[in-house]
């Protein structure tokens, strides 16, 4: 959604977190503190908020609420950490890199990015009560849900008297969202926030480049959510089988189609992947020591033995399997194994 993606991932150290999610320092955190819904079909909960609008997507889903505690703090250090020496296997890993980038992506967006609408510090919760539970990052919205509306309300609608931040006012709604736009103009954005009881949506049209305008693009969003409209996984069945089979991790990246290359915020343009119709790679928390990853692709005349080479290979259990065009693979990373390793002490 901000034209300056790739410069905020080329400031911060993508490696600095390649084992965030439970790969070292997984005593840390709990596994599951609240059971992840799904919607229809055993599909995702974050997958009503995906569209085909635009014909390509690309998204980053974070089950904040599990993982937020410990990745926080790594990633405010990923924001001045040196590049660390970490294995190769793990940068050249797309069952674990894109995660790790996705999980970036994510942060400073939300620091950065919403900063000047007063919602940079929306996981902060020394600053908001409340914290989101699930967050979902697309080509085109940002999405958090489990929110106190009131609370951002009255977020957007003080006066802070900063020049860097700016006051908003309800202006219309959708349903029951109520929409709010920046009091004063601006011309280089059309920011639009739309706030409901459990999650805020987050568009600008002129950030993406899109044909439609902010209010379009939430409607879009908030439609699909409440099922009003096709979802991307009605759409497609090609992904609505990448978001099934491999999607339900507390971080879940993808790409389905051919999203802008200069734009992307989730690189999945490894070697034996580049003409992949879609892919989906996530990482679960299962316990206290122990983390799995998924991935899944499709693929025209996928290699299995090429592809056991990298996906998952920098873990331990991995398992490849190729089905015509349709490519799976799962691996293991335990505390002990990656903990183990020299390259991760500043983990420790």
Same mark, same amino acid.
């Given at each position: 959604? &901000?034209? #300056?993606?790739?410069?905020?991932?080329?400031?911060?150290?993508?490696?600095?977190?390649?084992?965030?999610?439970?790969?070292?320092?997984? !005593?840390?955190?709990?596994?599951?503190?609240?059971?992840?819904?799904?919607?229809?079909?055993?599909?995702?909960? =974050?997958?009503?908020?995906? &569209?085909?609008?635009?014909?390509?997507?690309?998204?980053?889903?974070?089950?904040?609420?599990?993982?937020?505690?410990?990745?926080?703090?790594?990633?405010?250090?990923?924001?001045?950490?040196?590049?660390?020496?970490?294995?190769?296997?793990?940068?050249?890993?797309?069952?674990?890199?894109?995660? /790790?980038?996705?999980?970036?992506?994510?942060?400073?967006?939300?620091?950065?990015?919403?900063?000047? =609408?007063?919602?940079?510090?929306?996981?902060?919760?020394?600053?908001?009560?409340? &914290?989101?539970?699930?967050?979902?990052?697309?080509?085109?919205?940002?999405?958090?849900?489990?929110?106190?509306?009131?609370?951002? @309300?009255?977020?957007? !609608?003080?006066?802070?008297?900063?020049?860097?931040?700016?006051?908003?006012?309800? !202006?219309?709604?959708?349903?029951? =969202? +109520?929409? =709010?736009?920046?009091?004063?103009?601006?011309?280089?954005?059309?920011?639009?926030?739309?706030? %409901? +009881?459990?999650?805020?949506?987050?568009?600008?049209?002129?950030?993406?480049?899109? /044909?439609?305008?902010?209010?379009?693009?939430?409607?879009?969003?908030?439609?699909?959510?409440?099922?009003?409209?096709?979802?991307?996984?009605?759409?497609?069945?090609?992904?609505?089988? *990448?978001?099934?089979?491999?999607?339900?991790?507390?971080?879940?990246?993808?790409?389905?189609?051919?999203?802008?290359?200069? @734009?992307?915020?989730?690189? *999945?343009?490894?070697?034996?992947?580049?003409?992949?119709?879609?892919?989906?790679?996530?990482? !679960?928390?299962?316990?206290?020591?122990?983390?799995?990853?998924?991935?899944?692709?499709?693929?025209? #005349?996928?290699?299995? @033995?090429?592809?056991?080479?990298?996906? %998952?290979?920098?873990?331990?259990?991995?398992?490849? /399997?190729?089905?015509?065009?349709?490519?799976?693979?799962?691996?293991?990373?335990?505390?002990?194994?990656?903990?183990?390793?020299? /390259?991760?002490?500043?983990?420790?």
């Amino acid at each position: 959604m &901000t034209s #300056n993606r790739r410069d905020i991932l080329e400031r911060a150290s993508a490696t600095a977190v390649i084992s965030t999610v439970g790969l070292a320092g997984a !005593t840390t955190v709990g596994a599951h503190p609240r059971p992840r819904p799904a919607v229809d079909d055993g599909l995702p909960e =974050y997958s009503r908020w995906l &569209t085909l609008d635009t014909g390509d997507l690309e998204f980053v889903s974070v089950d904040w609420e599990t993982v937020g505690e410990y990745v926080e703090d790594e990633l405010e250090q990923a924001q001045t950490e040196d590049d660390p020496e970490l294995p190769a296997e793990f940068e050249a890993d797309p069952m674990i890199a894109p995660v /790790s980038e996705g999980m970036i992506s994510m942060y400073f967006f939300i620091g950065l990015t919403l900063a000047p =609408y007063g919602l940079g510090r929306l996981l902060d919760e020394t600053t908001f009560e409340s &914290t989101p539970q699930d967050l979902v990052l697309t080509d085109a919205t940002f999405v958090a849900t489990g929110i106190d509306a009131a609370e951002i @309300d009255a977020q957007l !609608t003080q006066e802070t008297g900063i020049e860097f931040i700016r006051q908003f006012e309800r !202006t219309d709604e959708i349903g029951e =969202y +109520d929409v =709010y736009t920046s009091v004063e103009d601006v011309e280089e954005d059309d920011v639009m926030i739309a706030v %409901g +009881d459990e999650a805020l949506v987050v568009a600008d049209s002129m950030a993406v480049d899109a /044909s439609d305008d902010s209010m379009a693009i939430l409607e879009t969003a908030i439609g699909a959510s409440d099922g009003e409209i096709d979802r991307a996984t009605d759409e497609s069945e090609s992904f609505e089988w *990448l978001v099934e089979t491999g999607g339900h991790g507390d971080v879940t990246v993808g790409q389905h189609g051919d999203p802008v290359e200069d @734009d992307v915020f989730v690189d *999945l343009d490894f070697e034996g992947l580049e003409d992949a119709e879609g892919i989906v790679s996530s990482l !679960t928390v299962e316990d206290e020591t122990t983390s799995t990853g998924d991935f899944v692709a499709i693929i025209d #005349n996928p290699d299995e @033995d090429a592809l056991e080479d990298f996906v %998952g290979a920098s873990g331990e259990d991995q398992s490849v /399997s190729v089905d015509g065009d349709r490519v799976t693979a799962t691996a293991t990373w335990r505390e002990e194994t990656v903990t183990g390793t020299q /390259s991760l002490q500043f983990l420790k």
